[in-house]
């Protein structure tokens, strides 16, 4: 079956440095996706992205995030300056866009701000 | 604003007894509604989904979960648990037109040999 794979599944930076998450979605897929849960919390929705825009994001995903589809099969979320409040683990998704889809989750992205 | 709601943190039961997941939504539009487990270090996986289909939703590993409008609800049964249902679930909605998916709090399943 297919899968979302990300990378690296266990990230550790420092205050203030930039982070690069990674994902590969679904090759035939259209619509990607990155949550974010904070331990304890809910799996919150940061941004969603489709031909090549951003297509919604929410008021977490702001200056600091960005998001990019450098090429034919990744998808990167990029944190500029990290906090120590942007400790989560990081999933992506993606979906083919049809009515009533769910997506398909990756196994996450561990990021711990030190 | 849409928003869902799931009863409880913590359900414990024992193997081969019923499983019930509690959750209800709040959303001003007809939503589509998901649930998702999470195994321990692992992503999210779909077990089913309501698409405004049939009410009654049959997924994987012998979950099902039915819509009632009327209560705005959309439950997870399984008839018998089974030690590997020992995880975390996840109750989501999407209203057509939107891209993001709501999730509940989640709930952690155990399950007693």
């Known amino acids: 079956e297919p899968e979302v794979t990300q990378t690296p599944s266990h990230q550790v930076t420092q205050m203030g440095q930039e982070v690069i998450l990674r994902c590969v979605p679904i090759?035939?897929?259209?619509?990607f996706y990155w949550y974010r849960q904070i331990l304890g919390q809910k799996v919150e929705f940061l941004v969603s992205?489709?031909?090549?825009?951003?297509?919604?994001k929410s008021e977490i995903f702001d200056d600091q995030f960005s998001v990019e589809r450098p090429d034919g099969s990744n998808f990167t979320l990029k944190i500029r300056s990290t906090k120590l409040e942007d400790s989560a683990m990081y999933f992506c998704?993606?979906?083919?866009?049809?009515?009533?889809?769910?997506?398909?989750f990756g196994s996450g992205t561990r990021l711990t701000v030190v | 604003a849409q928003s869902v709601t799931q009863l409880g943190s913590h359900v414990s039961v024992s193997e081969g007894a019923l499983v019930l997941l509690r959750c209800n939504y709040s959303?001003?539009?007809?939503?589509?509604l998901f649930w998702y487990v999470q195994y321990p270090n692992q992503g999210l996986q779909l077990l089913l989904k309501y698409t405004s289909a049939a009410t009654l939703v049959k997924g994987i590993n012998g979950f099902e979960a039915e819509f009632k409008k009327s209560e705005t609800s959309f439950h997870l049964t399984k008839p018998s648990a089974h030690m590997s249902d020992a995880a975390e679930y996840f109750c989501a909605l999407r209203i057509q037109g939107a891209q993001k998916l709501v999730f509940g709090q989640g709930t952690r399943l155990t399950i007693n040999p």
């Open positions: 992205f489709y031909n090549n825009e951003i297509s919604e």
């Open positions: 998704a993606s979906s083919d866009g049809q009515g009533g889809y769910g997506y398909t």
């Open positions: 959303s001003s539009v007809p939503p589509y």
């Open positions: 090759s035939n897929h259209l619509y």
